[in-house]
């Protein structure tokens, strides 16, 4: 009987020590790091813009990973996921790169000390891994309105919908591509909005 448990036992370790562990891994969306040595200038307008919620197609409202394998087929990674939800990072991003503009006296998710005359609302339609035959696309689709308060009307509108391949199936490189499709698209955004308060 002692015999039988002892192998019993010594089976459960052995078994366990070959186990392969699977751990979750997180991902972010994230511009690289710029330095900058130029003195900022004034910015364009002294009107401040507040960015509200993001808002997510549902289907991507969540930490998991969507990825689709067919047209009309969405799954989700298991072991990978967002270390932060789309609407947050979404926000963050776009916040942190129209700062760096210097296009506004100050852009904000939240403004307090006064009433801003631009309002920033977002659509995130899709936010998507796309799995081809013999490779991975980040898919990004995004829609930008700057509306005028004072105007009360959209002035300035940015939208895309983007994607770009790998041939590495690495997840890794499909948060890489979205920030760098979410970097330039803003870029093309924030060079609209210039443009537009320019002729303010």
Not at 74 to 101: F, V
Not at 155 to 168: K, L, N
């Amino acid at each position: 009987m002692k015999k039988i448990l002892f192998l019993f036992a010594l089976s459960g370790i052995l078994i366990s020590c070959t186990k392969e562990i699977i751990a979750r891994k997180y991902y972010m969306l994230d511009f690289p790091v710029e330095q900058s040595s130029t003195p900022l200038e004034a910015p364009v307008t002294q009107d401040v813009l507040e960015i509200l919620p993001v808002q997510v197609a549902e289907v991507y409202a969540q930490h998991r990973i969507a990825v689709r394998k067919r047209s009309h087929e969405i799954t989700y990674y298991h072991y990978h996921q967002w270390g932060e939800s789309p609407d947050q990072s979404i926000a963050r991003l776009t916040e942190s790169k129209l700062l760096q503009e210097n296009l506004f006296a100050d852009v904000s998710e939240r403004i307090w000390n006064t009433s801003p005359r631009y309002q920033l609302q977002t659509f995130v339609e899709r936010m998507e891994a796309v799995e081809g035959e013999d490779s991975l696309f980040a898919h990004l689709k995004i829609k930008y309105e700057l509306f005028d308060r004072s105007l009360k009307k959209n002035v300035v509108i940015h939208q895309f919908d983007q994607s770009v391949g790998y041939e590495d199936w690495d997840i890794n490189l499909i948060s890489e591509g979205m920030s760098q499709l979410l970097s330039d698209e803003l870029q093309v955004f924030a060079e609209k909005i210039r443009t537009f308060l320019r002729k303010e």
